[in-house]
């Protein structure tokens, strides 16, 4: 079994957003959500010349199919010939997708509230079983 599990995006707006800055709208708060509950990443930045799902999305003659898209860049398999760490920094992309202030402050104190409550019922609930027996 690995050690550490190893992904790669060609986005810096994508990374930032996986750091958890910020709080999101509801569509980008889902999409990380649901990375997120895949499991623990390391998170790499792919140059986007060096990224074969772009080959995928921005179309491909079938012809042109070979071992870029199949097994992905040669650097890949070599972790000393990876791609270096970027700046992970907020881009105008992630400023569009942000909540503003005053919303994201309610949603956080509404997420505090329901943390409380939360708390408090276990708490009620975990007295009462106690005082049954």
Known sequence: ?????HAW???ITVLYWLE???KWSQYVGNRVAKIQDLGTFVWHYAPTAQNP???GT??????RI???WMKGPEWLGNVEEWP????VKETAEAQNEALPR???AVLQKQEDQNLQETSETQVLEASKDHSIH
Request: no cysteine; charged share 35%.
């Open 66 to 68: 070979d071992h870029f």
């Open 1 to 5: 079994m690995f050690a550490e599990t």
């Open 58 to 63: 921005r179309g491909i003659a079938p012809a």
């Open 53 to 55: 799902s772009d080959l």
């Open 84 to 87: 270096g760490k970027v700046e």
């Open 20 to 22: 958890n800055k910020g």
């Open 9 to 11: 995006v060609d986005s």
């Open 102 to 104: 005053k919303e994201a």
